[in-house]
């Protein structure tokens, strides 16, 4: 299935875009970070420390995704 | 910017007079303002500007619930936070904190927590650039996610008690 997913802080420039449709095995955050780490290799190494969100919420590992979903994948924060 | 969300999350310069005027209250004696600025150094190098990028519909829900808390933990009257995303010059202002109550205690307790959690939970990443011409990320605190098993959002669990 087809997710949209967004990448941002220092995974936008691992990933070399801003956001892309990807091809997930399993409709599950872990699933996404998979499909991610398997065509951005460079994410794997701080695949520990990425969140996920959807829609304005961060999600659970084993949390179920839409078809088609907006996937969010935020790397340790650092506002202020 | 998603609608609505400007009130915490903004391109625009930030106003502190705004939010002072916002948050006028006569039963205050108090006012603490924390104010964030982008310095010229950092770890040794030499900074020449700051780039803020926000998830900004996740930033301004948190700052709204953060300021939500410290008005329910502590014993103020008004609590605002606003952050500025986009690209910031040398001593421009990234993010304000401002609180009013009837005595300072609880004022300056208030604006500390509020700042560290904004830290700790507030989607925001800044990429700081150099006067070399090169830039990096800023490392930053990892935000928790809901545990396996939890296959709800986790909107609200971020949240830590005080003892």
Known sequence: MQVFVEYYGHLRRAAGCSAESLEVATATPEGVL?????KHTTIG???DSIAVAV?????APSAIIDEGATV???PPVAGG | MSEGSER????DVLSLDALLQETEDP???ALAVFGGAVRNYNDGRSVSGMRYEAHT???ARVLREVEEEMLARFDIARARIIHRVGSLKLGEMSVYVVVRAGHRGPAFDAGRWGIDELKRRVPVWKEEFYVEGDSEF???VPLKQPPIGDESSFADNNTTKES
């Open chain 1, 45 to 47: 190494a701080a695949r």
């Open chain 1, 34 to 38: 998979d499909a991610v780490c398997e």
């Open chain 2, 27 to 29: 039963a205050c004696g």
């Open chain 1, 55 to 59: 829609g304005d919420s961060l999600v």
């Open chain 2, 138 to 140: 800023v490392p930053g």
């Open chain 1, 72 to 74: 969010a994948l935020l």
């Open chain 2, 57 to 59: 519909a996740m930033a």
């Open chain 2, 8 to 11: 915490w999350v903004t391109e």
